[in-house]
């Protein structure tokens, strides 16, 4: 293949829809930061989650929806793992429940093997059912509003368990301190 030339996937070509550069696209909308809360931690069979709400604008915090998000995570996530076991996950992770326009949806990270950030199947409740949650599209990890939380999330792990002399305990303890907000 020449470096100068486009490659196309056979069968598929691409086209312009529209030159004007005027177009209103509601998905193209100007970034405004949304308010994040920082919630207590939730501890349950093992788990200790660091749980997050986002608010888009017109949505409310409800408690009853981010326990709601709260039980069913604890539902999906694997059997919990400890601190020390390298060879699995350490029972340690965050949730983001995220009152969006459209539902309610709750991205669920957790740590394993020290250093590898894995996640549960998104979930998703619509607003007409809004502690009923089922599971949201697949290949989405998450908006530009909840990776915020994942990047803090990345950096509070990594320099508190990952670069701190302190006992695994120790920095567990200040890994769970440190919120974003």
């Not at 949505?59 to 709601?68: E, L, V």
């Not at 990345?154 to 120790?170: F, G, H, I, Y």
Request: overall charge negative.
């Amino acid at each position: 293949m020449r470096a100068n030339k486009a490659w196309r996937p056979l069968g598929f070509s691409i086209t312009c829809a529209s030159a004007n550069k005027d177009v209103l696209v509601d998905h193209l909308q100007e970034f405004h930061p949304r308010r994040t809360l920082s919630l207590p931690v939730v501890e349950g069979i093992g788990w200790q989650l660091k749980q997050y709400a986002i608010l888009a604008d017109g949505r409310d915090f409800d408690d009853c929806i981010a326990a709601a998000a709260a039980t069913e995570a604890l539902k999906r996530l694997p059997a919990a793992g400890s601190l020390i076991d390298g060879a699995g996950n350490h029972g340690v992770g965050f949730q983001i429940v995220h009152f969006a326009e459209v539902a309610v949806v709750s991205p669920v990270f957790y740590w394993q093997w020290g250093s590898v950030l894995a996640s549960i199947e998104q979930m998703r409740a619509q607003w007409e059912t809004p502690k009923d949650f089922g599971t949201g599209v697949k290949e989405v990890v998450g908006c530009i509003w909840e990776m915020e939380v994942v990047c803090f999330e990345v950096e509070a792990w990594k320099t508190t368990l990952l670069t701190d002399a302190r006992t695994p305990e120790q920095r567990l303890a200040r890994y769970l301190e440190r919120r974003f907000a």
